[in-house]
């Protein structure tokens, strides 16, 4: 097979793992989040601050822009299909949120073993301003995403 036919086929592997974890991922979809691309080892994922995710001193809720990131982390590392889950993870929250920013979360895989990875993902917000750096660890389980056609 050439490069370019197993590119694409590894772009439509991790199209089809993504949407099926994303069809079966109920918290995000709860929270409003909207699946933008995805490539192997990388997603992109959307979420507009509402004013439920708001909290008592007017900014977005630390723990819901980490469930931004996590939600981007847990896409890019089920790109190539084998069922993945999150070991560690942690943020960094650069300026504060509001009521009506749209975050976009942007995973890439910085390092992987066939059991382990790691992942960086940037949260900014619709004016391109960087407002959270997130770090995860993946763990590979067993089993796969979907079934391999």
Known sequence: MSGRSDA???QRLAERAAAALF???GASQMLGMRLEAVHPGGARVLMKVRADMVNGHGVCHGG?????ADSAFAFACNTGNESTVAAAASIDFLI????G???TAE???LWRTPRNGIYEITVTNQRGE???LFRGRSYRIDGMVVNEE
């Not at 504060?96 to 009521?99: L, Y």
Request: overall charge neutral.
């Open 96 to 99: 504060a949120v509001r009521e």
């Open 64 to 68: 819901l822009v980490f469930a931004l």
């Open 8 to 10: 694409a086929g590894r």
């Open 23 to 25: 069809a079966r991922d």
């Open 107 to 109: 995973a890439r895989e």
């Open 130 to 132: 960087r407002v959270a």
């Open 101 to 103: 920013d749209e975050l």
